[in-house]
Each structure stands twice: as C-alpha cells, then as structure tokens.
C-alpha cells in the first residue's frame, strides 16, 4: 500500500512563505488526483488543493492566488505565499488511488501575527 510523508511545515510570520512536500513510498502516477487539505484548531478538515491526473487543479477560494500545488514524479508539493494566521493548522496529503483513499500523517503550520 502507498504510503504518504509530509515535510516542510514549521512556524512563519504573517507575509511569509513555507513549500510543503508529500513523497509517496510507491507510485501515485495512476492517481486520479493528489492534493493538500487542512484541519484548523477546533475546525473541520477542509481542501487547500487538488490536481488531478489530466493536470486540472482546484483551490479553495481561502488560497487561491498564494498557494501552488504541483506534482513531480511520486511528490507533491504545495507553495504557500502571503501567508496569514488563519491559515494555521495541520495540513494533509492525500491521494485518490481508486477505490483508495491515503492520507499522511499531517505537517504542522503555525503562521504567527
């Protein structure tokens, strides 16, 4: 089974940047889409942002314009810019592989005023 490890979080001022990457311990090449959701403190989990096997992405509208979510061979990442301090939380890979869903472990984000 794929398994998903997510790196790059950490703790940034307000107006800052922070690159997330996700590996995959096997290919995710015939994935019908990857991306990064969220869980805020005290909120639900939410979707940051997908890109599926044809390329199309999605964005929540909360992102859009400061955060890129790309793919390169079996890693996804996601470019964070203009950070603020909603935006903290534990963020989340996620690969649709089939009838299977995989999730990481999560990689924390803490953007401080």
């Known amino acids: 089974q794929v398994r998903l490890v997510e790196t790059g979080g950490g703790l940034v001022q307000a107006g800052g940047s922070l690159a997330l990457s996700c590996a995959a311990s096997?290919?995710?090449?015939?994935?019908?889409?990857v991306g990064w959701y969220r869980r805020a403190p005290g909120k639900q989990r939410e979707l940051v942002a997908t890109?599926?096997?044809?390329?199309a992405t999605r964005y929540a509208d909360s992102v859009k314009g400061r955060f890129t979510i790309s793919r390169a061979e079996n890693t996804v990442y996601l470019q964070m810019s203009s950070l603020r301090p909603d935006d903290t939380a534990v963020y989340y890979c996620?690969?649709?592989?089939?009838?299977?869903?995989?999730w990481g472990q999560g990689t924390l984000v803490t953007v401080s005023s």
């Open positions: 890109t599926t096997r044809s390329g």
């Open positions: 996620n690969a649709l592989l089939g009838l299977l869903e995989v």
């Open positions: 096997g290919s995710i090449n015939r994935a019908a889409a």
